[in-house]
């Protein structure tokens, strides 16, 4: 820095000199004249007009000189953060020696190069966390561009590759329009819900300043809420169905009971209307146990008291308890242990019941005659239970709702031969609190295959 102030202070002087000598060799040889009185007047002629020619000329040296390094100097050292760079003017001291002005000078520089290393850090920091949110994020400017969008956003708007402007990805919406969240929303998100092949989305639209508090685009905020509206959905379809399950038996219930109050039935009707009026009050009572089953499982009220037991012989067992309707029938159901099952660890009555309800199911919905195979196995540290019978079968498209609450493929049906709707709901329940799990596999018209999986004792 010293070197640089000397050249520049050296130039000045040696094309200072040079102009005031030619412009004295000029003007000697222009107004020179034999009288020395006038040679005198020439002579301080010429220093005058050199000494103005100098000084102009060591103005605009000057200026170029803060032109070019002076303001680049001070515009850097402005554009610093303010706590720093009001620390090191503090300590900067002016009149200490050039060495020392030099080295204050360079701790402001090196103090600069870590504030724009921490800024693009930061930068990192930012851009790496919109990259890998759930939620999608789009930027656009005032003309309506993609300035910044990441991988979610693209996924849940299933956009592609030429979809950069406001109108190429909302356009297709209606009551999405840029300017109206910009002008007309007074700076506040703006909420919006749309369907897409990807499923139910909730926009956010944010718009946004510069540092001049003028509008420089808008921000847009994606949230996936399929989830959300399928549980809405299932909740309110949940209530419906539990109405409708309670108020098919009230109605029997309240209809022959006024019969019977008005009086004027002989024996036997009454007797028929008095059983109506007990199958329909046990329904009621199975529907709102089955419901008290859930709603534990649900607050995790039921505690597991798991145990050690034998799986083939509480399968066998289950198998007995039907033996009066499996007869009644003429079914063939058989109960095989194919392989050496160690002891299973888990709530013996809860997989009681789970088998209980597969067993039911296969014999409600295998016609007379037909076949009930019952597999007791042991494979990948997994004792199983595989129940496969010839009925009538579940169709593709319901598989994927079989385990619903209130789900039914044949409601007519399932009403009629005593069915909830929640015995398989409440079978996954008990198989997931339990560690295991509970599949199926079924074509129509060919029959089921239900396999529960149960881990064995350690």
């Not at 094309?15 to 222009?30: C, D, E, K, T």
């Not at 198998?319 to 050496?340: S, W």
Request: charged letters at 30%.
């Amino acid at each position: 820095m010293k070197n640089f102030q000397m050249k520049i202070i050296l130039s000045i002087f040696i094309v200072g000199i040079a102009i005031i000598s030619f412009m004295g060799i000029y003007f000697s040889n222009i107004l020179l004249k034999p009288n020395p009185v006038e040679y005198v007047s020439t002579i301080r002629l010429i220093t005058i007009v050199a000494l103005i020619f100098f000084s102009i000329f060591t103005i605009v040296i000057a200026i170029i000189e803060v032109k070019k390094y002076i303001e680049p100097m001070s515009k850097m050292l402005k554009g610093a953060k303010k706590a720093v760079f009001s620390a090191d003017i503090n300590n900067l001291d002016i009149t200490a020696p050039e060495d020392e002005l030099t080295e204050s000078v360079n701790e402001i520089i090196k103090e600069l190069r870590q504030n724009l290393k921490d800024s693009n850090s930061e930068k990192k920091q930012k851009e790496t966390i919109l990259k890998h949110m759930t939620d999608g994020v789009i930027t656009f400017n005032m003309e309506g561009k993609v300035t910044y969008i990441n991988p979610a956003a693209k996924e849940m708007l299933d956009l592609k590759e030429n979809d950069n402007t406001f109108k190429d990805i909302f356009g297709k919406y209606e009551d999405i329009n840029m300017e109206k969240i910009i002008y007309l929303d007074s700076w506040t998100s703006s909420e919006k819900k749309i369907e897409n092949a990807k499923g139910s989305m909730n926009l956010f639209f944010i718009p946004f300043r510069d540092e001049i508090d003028m509008p420089a685009g808008v921000m847009v905020v994606i949230q996936d809420i399929t989830e959300h509206v399928k549980l809405d959905n299932m909740r309110k379809e949940f209530v419906a169905d539990v109405s409708h399950e309670l108020k098919t038996p009230i109605t029997s219930i309240k209809g022959y009971s006024e019969t019977l109050l008005d009086g004027g039935c002989d024996k036997e009707t009454e007797s028929h209307f008095l059983n109506v009026i007990n199958d329909n009050a046990d329904r009621m009572e199975k529907l709102v146990q089955d419901l008290l089953t859930l709603s534990k499982y649900d607050s995790n009220k039921i505690r597991n008291k798991p145990k050690e037991f034998d799986l083939g012989e509480l399968a066998k067992s289950c198998k007995e308890k039907f033996d009066i309707e499996i007869k009644r029938k003429n079914q063939n159901v058989q109960c095989f242990v194919t392989a050496d099952v160690p002891a299973v660890f888990a709530d013996r009555d809860g997989v009681e019941r789970v088998i209980l309800n597969i067993l039911s199911n296969s014999i409600k919905y295998t016609p007379e005659g037909g076949k009930i195979d019952i597999y007791v196995g042991y494979v990948h540290n997994d004792a199983y239970i595989k129940i496969k019978d010839t009925g009538i079968g579940i169709p593709q498209e319901d598989l994927d709702r079989i385990f619903e609450r209130f789900y039914r493929v044949d409601k007519a049906r399932s009403r009629q031969l005593g069915g909830t709707g929640l015995g398989l709901s409440i079978a996954k329940e008990i198989m997931e609190k339990n560690g295991g799990s509970i599949n199926i596999k079924s074509k129509v018209n060919e029959g089921t295959e239900v396999t529960i999986k149960i881990p064995v004792k350690k």
